[in-house]
């Protein structure tokens, strides 16, 4: 049912889709050219494989003691001069390096040795690049070939299970939706860094352009200052390789089914509970539904309707294809890469579904001899289209109707049934009946650098960067008049019942342009063979704003468009929320010394300047400390044979300032709110002189000149091990977040005579700790190559200063949770539970107070305090709330002559879900129910009096229909612990020399399972499925992926 | 050469970049300071649309559960016994109006501090025309207060200062705890306030915003329930000398004198609305008043003070809460909120009546009187009647409002005996009776073969819980204030915009009166009394009323108002201040009119009986003057509480 144009329907879209490879082209043109040609005579020439014999593509080669370098190409060869007897110094990421001398032979063969987690290789960090082995932060890296072993259409999702500290929670798997819980250590939304540039689209990238991630989980992230308090991830793109040019297509075709969809019960179960309900009365009740009812089902007289089937689809496609292209030669390099993403979802209409694009290129050319000149470009273009009515609420829908409702009034399919509450499952999920969403979101991002290597001043070099970024949202959004019908059979009618009338158009428009500008310099070097010294001053400025406005007409006829509308009750306006502009400036240093690879010490600082507070407070100061000790360095270590297993052990802490900046709207700034945010039907934001709507202006109250971001003090401490040779390696961080200033409003509150509060000032704190750990191991059988990975992360959160007031009593006090300080706040409170009551003697001999109407199967709450009745004084911490505090996971790699397999599994636990309405309540508010509702405790005989003693009952999860347990206890939440098999790809490359016959350099085919795999004491739903929007949210779904993976 | 070249680029850069280094006092673009408002005319109106859209007065969005400004469902009508609602039961009113007052009090004494530092942008006249409507919203703000809490603490200035900080205000809390002042302060506070008002507003202003009769008008209003206080209130608080709660009754002829003079500064400015009224002509006369409500601009001489409502910015839902179900809107089962009581009803001319005053439908044998039609019993009904409530039958939109209880479908022969003993407050029999829960119902076959549904499309119903079906639960419904052209598509909580008429002159006619009879009562003359005879005539001839001749009591004014101001959300406030409402609704059982179809004998009977749902009223006589809130009292603990709570 295909209501809109997809791109390229659209001229204007087109253009877009046209002009930007025709720029690329250009630019890319304009910068090859000013590769150099000069090359010296004596060469040599060889060619780098990996131990199996595979060539290896951009391995470095020096010449040791000079700056001549080179890579290898595609082929694994490479050419460099040099004269004999100078040592050739071979390195790859992943690779021990090795070192030769030249002798004569030509052309050279040289095998590399893997090397998984080399201590040499370059991990990204705030503003620089550091060697694994020097690290003295917790950071946690994952490279491109970590990240795609996951298929899926969010980044984020992709990173699940493979960074320990690093905690993914996918809510839904609606096209479009990119609904995550996506955070470092539990610590909150953290900073995400794109090729050094803040930005927030990190759900939109298209991860074969990613080179690699790195998380900064503690003091690291300090020097991202006043808005580094939850951790700094950083994302860096790939850049071309000296060599030839490489095309690299990489396509997927994949089929998504829903993730423990719950269904609705058919008819003849419908009818027994609904009876069941009636005749669960203390008081006497008769069943609605008689044995005739069922009987006219069965001979066909009747027939129910089967929404789910009328609704959902058993699955729907997914799609994936990138074309790349990388190279370049000693003076330019290039990635270009171009990718498509197309999902669609499980609606039988077919009209949710999600389209994106992504174009990237990435130059990197040597003007001179000392000045490199870096240019970034990255477009973006999404859609997402659904039915005016959100996805959530058609399950609402969905699951709410009765099969004993029909669809189609007199089933007839030209009249959508006017059924209770107008909850037409099938008509909201169809954007013909109900109008359209449709939502545009478009990305450029843009940076240029300049980067000089002083000559005069060994290793300093200096580089400015500009970055301009623009992201704009272009919504039409088309409220749809339509009619439900009520057939009136005695004259054969079909009375309209019209809905959302009048028919609406609205259009949305917001942007947000930023740019960045920064100034630093660098200086690197050793001295005396010993003395590693390195420096970074910089200057920033980031620049942020946004604007929108939006229109919306009643249509005058039914066009969908603005222009079909009419003047009368015309809106149009701009939202508070989206405009807005705030700068960010900034100084940043960091120190490093180290002596011999053996003792490190780090300073880094940040001044930062946020335009979001008084000019008093706007500018703060965020240091950070680190020190390291490389014990496996020191002679004595060196020297123990029974220590020489362990070829790294490492010591190192880091403590650490940083701010949140967020929190705070303009709180120091007194004056007026405008407009004014009302509500029509209630408060508006103004009042109507004259007959025309006046906006009001708001008096913000008191103001506090002296508020200011909260402060965060990030402690870490770990350790790294490798031993064997990489054969083991781990690494585990203790950590502890002090987070004070938060923003509250003080206990002393003036008299309401004065007519206003005081305002949030700085006051209250809280700390959060943990510990996390990641484990791996590499080994080789003969061909057979294997890594294990194992990831952990723990963390939970107490309040260290609350401001207020104590309750009336201790007990109170106590319970009051959330206002106590120094207690766990990832608390949930109810009561516990004692499971349900097996038997009538049970409930007589019941040693608390049971209500009278009681039956078998219902639920025994805790009598916590055992005072014969439950009451909100058996209240009491029954588990954790919100977000998992464990989650965890585990990679298991391995290859075996063609063949390569891949698997990850995560897990969470310390994890808790209670759910509402319908996922909680069968036939609520008088409407459907779930199959998992048959589950319950019943009379074998349908129709028994469930108050006689002599009754027989079948037990179920569930208490028999009609009880419902309270909300917060423990018989209504459920454990969501769980570890399932996020991804599993099984990959096949065909051999080289079978390939090389029609000029293909590689050529992969594969398979790839996601949320494949699910263990977890949760019945009926996935473990990852949030109770919010009431349970209704679409479901997460499983995918099964096909690729393939070409290289010329 | 090219490398000197790149040199200078990167220079060039760096110090192109660095002459950017900038201050960060980027103000929110969503805030505006007092230079922005108080620079023209705009600026003061948007500072006008906020104060007055939270002007304290009982609107159609006023739910006495809820608050002002409230998606009100229930209809505050419903505690008074002017009407019936399904979502609204006995009570006072619960929620706490304190803080909001304050608030709204603070921004009016900013504004009257800070409009004279910016006379200079405006003309002498506005500035003084601006300081008035301030006073007027403040006196309409301290009104509010004290019908509710008697004596609360008079606040005349803005209490913190510009410079003080949180630890400044913190350290000076014990002089913002302010004590109440005497009722009689506050009441003589709000005199003050409105006659400022009246010397400074201009003689007009816009639809929405009030001028110097609206500050008169209003004045009339306060001091009439000041001087009611003094004279009928029995609850007493002192404080040292000042008494909280509660007025000398000495005091009473003055506040008289203060509301009737207010009154008279209206004499010639305003008129009652008679712009299709026609001597004689009943028709003419009901659609007058009909008019009146939905006429409340275009130079209606009766309207002294609105409030607008617009949409989408600003809109009611009092149309889809109240149309007969049978005109319902999309969204569902809001209508009929307001179902008129038999009692109120009874109040007004025309109706056949027994000797008690109770409507006759049973005649002297003690059978049911016969109609042909619902209507045949109201055919003399006073114009006003028929203008304010929706009787069964009458016309609306075009059609028939079908309101019936059942068919009945016994025999018919020697008449129908009553369903129910008088009095009963039981249900009625199920024999012989066809009824219906909700409007799908399975049409009934007549004796001669047509089909007729047992209750009428607009009810009565028998499912009458709070939320059911809809449908009238009285007989009755309201038709004041229903637009009669408003398409069905747009009955819907959030496509109302008729305005609210606040103050129209109709009030002042009845405030004048009450206050003169009550200074005839205290002995001031009998021109008092004649004054209040010819005001009320004046309202009762537009009514299509009979004149009176002499007046005996002060319920002849009190009763007129009644009818007058019906469903307006003054009664409520007018029986707290006679005193009388704890006698009204003492266990009270309201009472309703239900029209049943006899299938035998083809005609229409009336069953007056008690409410069905057994809906008992009893008001709390403490509740005269409401609670103190709590919290409010643990934030200024010099603050005394009201008695009895």
Known sequence: ???????????????????????????????????????????????????????????????????????????????????????????????????????????????????????????????????????????????????????????????????????????????????????????????????????????????????????????????????????????????????????????????????????????????????????????????????????????????????????????????????????????????????????????????????????????????????????????????????????????????????????????????????????????????????????????????????????????????????????????????????????????????????????????????????????????????????????????????????????????????????????????????????????????????????????????????????????????????????????????????????????????????????????????????????????????????????????????????????????????????????????????????ERDRTGLLATQLLTLPDVVGVGLPQENLNGDRSKGFDFDISHRNRIGQFNYNIRGTFGYTHTMNTKRVAARAGNSYLNWNNSNFTANRWNNLYWGYGSNGQYQSYDQIAQSNIYVNRNTVVGDYIYEDWNGDGQISSQDNQPISTSGLPLITYGFTVGAQYKGFDFNMTWNGAAKVYVSYLEQLNTPLWAGGGALEQFMNRWHPADPLADPYDPKTEWIPGNFAYTGTVPYTNTLANASSAAYLRLKTVELGYTMPNHILSRFGIKGLRLYVNGYNTLTFTKLKYLDPEHPPSQFGYLYPLDIKLTFGLNVQL | MKKHKSIVIVFFLFLSLLSACRKLDVPPLTVVQDTDVFINESGITAYMARIYSRLPIEDFKYSPVINFNAFVIGSASGITGEALSRDMNNTTETFNYWLDAYNLIRECNYFMETLPKYAANFTAGQVSNWLGEARFIRAATYFALVKRYGGVPLVDKVLTGPNQTIGDLTESIEELKIARSSEEAVYDFIGADLDYAYANLPETNKAGRVNKYGAAAFKSRAMLFAGSIAKYNTITLTAGSARLAGIPASKAVAYFKASYDAAVLLNGKYSLFKRSWVAGDKNAQYQNFVNLFLDATSGNPEVIFIKQYKYPDAVHGYDALSVPKQLEGPGGNYSSETNPTLNFVEMFEGLPKNTDGTIQTIDANGKYILFNNTMELFANAEPRLRATVILPGDLFKGQPIEIRRGIYTGS??????????????????????????????????????????????????????????????????????????????????????????????????????????????????????????????????????????????????????????????????????????????????????????????????????????????????????????????AKSTNLIQNPGY
């Open chain 2, 412 to 633: 018919a022969a020697g008449g129908i005996s009553r369903l129910l003993p008088q009095g009963s407050t039981a249900n009625y029999p199920t024999a012989n009776l066809v009824t219906a829960a909700a409007v799908l119902q399975t049409p009934y076959t007549l004796p001669d073969g047509t089909k007729m549904t047992p209750a009428g499309a607009s009810g009565v119903f028998t499912n009458l819980a709070a939320n059911g079906p809809g449908g009238t639960i009285t007989g009755f419904s309201v038709r004041k204030y229903l637009v009669p052209d408003k398409p069905t598509s747009e009955v819907v909580t959030n496509r109302s915009e008729q305005s609210w008429i606040e103050l129209r002159y109709a009030e002042v006619l009845l405030n004048r009166a009450e206050a003169a009879y009550e200074l005839y009562a205290g002995g001031q003359g009998a021109n008092y009394l004649q004054d209040a005879i010819t005001d009320v005539n004046l309202i009762r001839e537009r009514a299509g009323a009979s004149l009176l001749t002499t007046m005996n009591s002060i319920d002849s004014v009190r009763k007129e108002r009644r009818k007058e101001l019906a469903f307006e959300n003054k009664i409520y406030w007018d029986l707290r201040r006679w005193r009388i409402l704890d006698q009204e609704q003492n266990s009270t059982l309201y009472r309703v009119l239900m029209p049943f179809y006899s299938a035998n004998a083809k005609k229409y009977f009336f069953d007056p009986r008690f409410d069905e749902r057994n809906s008992r009223f009893t008001f709390d006589s403490r509740w005269y003057y409401q609670q103190i809130p709590t919290a409010v009292i």
């Open chain 1, 1 to 735: 049912m295909k209501h809109s144009p997809d791109y390229c329907n659209d001229t204007k879209d087109c253009h877009y889709i046209k002009t930007w490879p025709g720029l690329l082209f250009f630019v890319s043109i304009f910068f090859i050219s000013f590769s150099l040609s000069a090359q010296t005579s004596a060469k040599i020439e060889g060619t780098i494989l990996s131990k199996e014999g595979a060539p290896l593509s951009g391995a470095s080669i020096t010449v040791k003691g000079t700056s001549t370098g080179t890579t290898t190409d595609t082929a694994g060869k490479f050419s460099i001069s040099t004269t004999p007897g100078q040592r050739l110094v071979v390195s790859m990421v992943g690779y021990q390096t090795s070192e030769l001398e030249v002798g004569s032979q030509s052309p050279l063969v040289i095998r590399l040795v893997p090397n998984p987690n080399s201590l040499d290789d370059i991990v990204v960090i705030g503003y620089g690049t550091r060697k694994k082995g020097a690290l003295t932060g917790a950071v946690s890296t994952v490279s491109s070939t970590e990240i795609v072993t996951t298929k899926n259409e969010n980044l984020q999702n992709m990173l699940t299970g493979k960074v320990a500290g690093l905690r993914v929670i996918q809510n839904s798997g609606e096209p479009g939706s990119f609904d995550n819980s996506f955070d470092i250590r539990g610590l909150g939304s953290p900073l995400v860094v794109i090729d050094g540039v803040p930005r927030t689209n990190i759900t939109r990238l298209n991860p074969s352009d990613i080179e690699t991630i790195s998380v900064l989980k503690d003091a690291s992230a300090a020097i991202y200052g006043v808005r580094a308090a939850n951790g700094v991830i950083l994302i860096t793109t790939k850049r071309g390789k000296k060599g030839t040019l490489t095309l690299n297509y990489n396509g997927t075709y994949g089929v998504q089914i829903a993730s423990r969809l719950p269904k609705p019960v058919g008819i003849y179960d419908y009818m027994t509970l609904v009876n069941e309900q009636r005749i669960h009365n203390i008081n006497g009740g008769t069943p609605l539904y008689t044995e005739a009812d069922f009987e006219a089902y069965r001979n066909g007289t009747k027939i129910a309707a089967n929404w789910q089937d009328a609704i959902i689809r058993k699955s729907a496609p997914f799609t994936q294809h990138d074309i790349s292209a990388s190279g370049g030669n000693e003076n330019t390099t290039y990635f270009v890469g171009l990718g498509y993403m197309g999902q669609d979802a499980i609606f039988k209409s077919d009209d949710v579904k999600y389209k994106r694009y992504n174009l990237r290129s990435n130059i990197t050319t040597k003007l001179t001899k000392n000045l490199t000149f870096d240019i970034n470009l990255n477009g973006i273009l999404d859609r997402k289209d659904q039915p005016y009515i959100s996805p959530w609420y058609v399950f609402r829908s969905l699951w709410y109707q009765p099969p004993i409702q029909n669809i189609y009034a007199n089933n007839n399919p030209a009249y959508f049934n006017n059924v209770p509450s107008n909850l037409n499952g099938v008509a909201h999920a169809n954007s013909d009946v109900n109008g359209y969403m449709m939502l545009d979101n478009k990305w450029f991002q843009s940076s240029v650098s300049l980067n000089y290597d002083v000559p005069f001043v060994k290793g300093l070099s200096a580089k400015a960067l500009f970055s301009y970024d623009f992201n704009s949202n272009n919504n039409k959004i088309y409220q749809k008049a339509y009619n439900l019908y009520n057939y009136n059979a005695s004259t054969d009618t079909y009375i309209p019942v019209p809905q959302q009338t009048p028919a609406t158009l609205r259009r949305e428009y917001a942007e947000f342009p930023s740019t960045l500008k920064q100034l630093s310099l660098n200086y690197n070097r050793k001295f005396g063979n010993a003395h590693n010294v390195s420096a970074l001053f910089l200057y920033e400025e980031n620049i942020r704003s946004a604007d929108n406005l939006f229109a919306q007409r009643e249509l005058s006829i039914a066009v969908d468009q603005l222009l079909a509308g009419n003047s009368l009750n015309q809106q149009g306006n701009t939202g508070a929320t989206n405009l807005y502009k705030t700068i960010n400036a900034s100084y940043v240093g960091r120190l490093t010394y180290d002596f011999k690879g053996r003792y490190f010490a780090e300073f880094t600082f940040r001044e930062d300047g946020s335009s979001k507070f008084a000019e008093d407070q706007q500018w703060g100061f965020f240091p950070a400390g680190f020190l390291g000790w490389r014990v496996s360095e020191e002679a004595f270590f060196k020297n123990s044979s029974a220590l020489s297993f362990i070829n790294n052990l490492k010591l190192r802490g880091s403590y650490g300032v940083t701010g949140d900046e967020n929190a705070s709207t303009y709180q120091f700034v007194s004056g007026y709110n405008y407009p004014v945010s009302g509500t029509p039907t209630g408060l508006p934001g103004g009042s109507v002189f004259d007959g025309v709507y006046t906006n009001g202006v708001q008096s913000k109250g008191l103001a506090n000149p002296n508020i200011s971001w909260y402060t965060a003090k990030m402690l870490d401490v770990g350790i790294d091990v490798e031993a064997w040779k990489g054969l083991i390696g781990i690494t585990f961080d203790y950590f």
